[in-house]
């Protein structure tokens, strides 16, 4: 019964390729996230979805397209891609938009490596 | 937008009580503090969070002085599998304060 479940957990693949990456969450909850964490271990925040909105967009290249069908799912569809895409990329979920009072539930990651 | 500036690193030792120190000096009247734990290969947990004097729960507390410039995160008794990365963040109400910096490595040894 994981609260926020995202697949594959790895993606290798080859410069150029179009891949996708889902989540979805059994919460309830109406706002969704995608972050990408580098080696560095910083975590930045890509987009966010509210009941299936966009609500964030964080100067992202156009290559990234997230989809939301229904507020349960966000998914992360990524074109041409690139070595500088490899990282470790998360799906979140809050409760609603209000980030100071809706703590994140973040999902185990999907580690995608560009060779 | 707050910045906030922690550790890189941290050692202890089982048993210990570890205290985490983020500083945020521009905080905002609207700001509240939040931390996450994060292990290897899972995402971030949330731990905590506050936004003046000091807040307990099962997991930590947070002590927040009044000029709220900085907070510190309490760990009572530690054991390794407390060894994680920790991260504070000061949200209000920007999108882009939900970029979580790199965080404090802390590392318990037996």
């Known amino acids: 019964d994981t609260a926020v479940s995202q697949t594959p957990k790895y993606l290798v693949t080859q410069m150029g390729n179009d891949k996708s990456i889902k989540c979805e969450q059994n919460?309830?909850?109406?706002?969704m996230y995608w972050y990408k964490q580098d080696s560095k271990k910083f975590l930045k925040i890509m987009f966010s979805?509210?009941?299936?909105?966009?609500?964030i967009n964080e100067t992202v290249p156009n290559r990234f397209s997230p989809k939301s069908p229904d507020k349960a799912h966000l998914n992360l569809h990524i074109n041409s891609l690139e070595l500088g895409d490899s990282a470790v990329y998360f799906c979140?979920?809050?409760?609603?938009?209000?980030?100071?009072?809706?703590?994140?539930?973040f999902g185990n990651g999907t580690r995608l490596t560009v060779t | 937008l707050a910045k906030t500036t922690q550790p890189i690193s941290m050692d202890s030792y089982e048993g210990q009580e570890v205290n985490i120190t983020c500083s945020h000096n521009n905080i905002a009247t609207n700001d509240y503090i939040t931390w996450y734990q994060q292990f290897p290969s899972q995402g971030p947990r949330f731990i905590i969070q506050g936004y003046k004097t000091k807040v307990t729960n099962e997991v930590a507390s947070l002590f927040i002085p009044a000029d709220r410039k900085s907070s510190t995160l309490s760990l009572p008794r530690v054991s390794l599998s407390d060894t994680a990365v920790y991260y504070c963040?000061?949200?209000?109400?920007?999108?882009?304060?939900?970029?979580f910096g790199s965080g404090t490595q802390l590392t318990v040894l037996p």
């Open positions: 979140a979920s809050s409760q609603d938009r209000r980030i100071n009072n809706s703590p994140l539930h």
């Open positions: 919460l309830g909850h109406d706002t």
């Open positions: 963040l000061v949200l209000s109400g920007s999108a882009r304060q939900l970029t």
């Open positions: 979805y509210n009941n299936k909105e966009l609500i």
